[in-house]
């Protein structure tokens, strides 16, 4: 199957800093990739889809000035979690749709530990 | 709106039990449903897929059936091993099979030797 690469797999960073993660399709191109967000021992939750080419689509809750994405090409898009604070702790995962949108895939996900 | 319901963990089984994990949906239309299998530290993995009524996934002895008339899709497997020790999440997607996701609460699955 396709191949989606998420870094970093773990960061620690300090209150009031910023961090951006990254999300590659390695074998594919995917117009539109998905963020989510999974609190420990709870399900995933879906914060944005990014579109290349265009503005993120945010679910409701979610601050779009915090979670800045940028998808500025076929097979890379960006999550920076801005400010970051300690209840930003979490684990971020993304995901894209093949070309047919029939299946999606995704990457390892990110420990993000805000200290 | 669209929300899966899966059965609380953990499920703590011995090896070579069978593994039942319950999930029932609520959507609009015609959903296609899913389940995924995170191991340890990892991200997610599809495990098996069903795109409409009465199909049934199946993938590394893992089986689903989507029910449309009891609104489920419950994973089975007859006979566990260690190395079936994860989270498992059923999921489904309400417009394309790729498009976003709505999870349920995922359940963990301990097996013990």
């Known amino acids: 199957g396709a191949v989606v690469s998420q870094h970093p797999s773990r960061v620690i960073c300090k209150s009031g800093t910023s961090v951006k993660i990254e999300c590659r399709s390695l074998d594919f191109q995917a117009t539109t990739m998905f963020w989510y967000r999974q609190f420990p021992k709870q399900s995933l939750m879906l914060m944005a889809t990014?579109?290349?080419?265009?503005?993120?689509?945010?679910e409701q809750g979610v601050e779009k000035d915090k979670f800045l994405i940028n998808h500025a090409s076929l097979t890379l898009s960006t999550l920076t979690v801005t400010s970051a604070h300690p209840e930003d702790s979490s684990f971020y995962i993304c995901?894209?749709?093949?070309?047919?949108?029939?299946?999606?895939?995704f990457g390892q996900g990110t420990r993000l530990t805000v200290v | 709106g669209n929300s899966v319901t899966q059965m609380e963990g953990p499920v703590t089984l011995s090896e070579e039990a069978f593994l039942t994990i319950n999930c029932t949906y609520t959507?609009?239309?015609?959903?296609?449903l899913f389940w995924y299998v995170q191991y340890p530290g990892e991200g997610l993995q599809l495990l098996l897929k069903?795109?409409?009524?009465?199909d049934k996934g199946s993938n590394k002895g893992f089986e689903a059936t989507y029910r449309k008339e009891t609104t489920s899709f419950h994973l089975e497997k007859g006979s566990v091993q260690v190395s079936d020790s994860a989270v498992y999440f059923c999921a489904l997607s309400g417009v394309t099979a790729g498009n976003k996701l709505t999870f349920g609460g995922g359940t963990r699955v301990l097996v013990k030797p």
């Open positions: 959507a609009t239309g015609y959903p296609s």
């Open positions: 995901s894209a749709p093949d070309r047919g949108m029939t299946e999606a895939f």
């Open positions: 990014s579109n290349e080419g265009s503005k993120a689509t945010y």
């Open positions: 069903a795109t409409k009524a009465d």
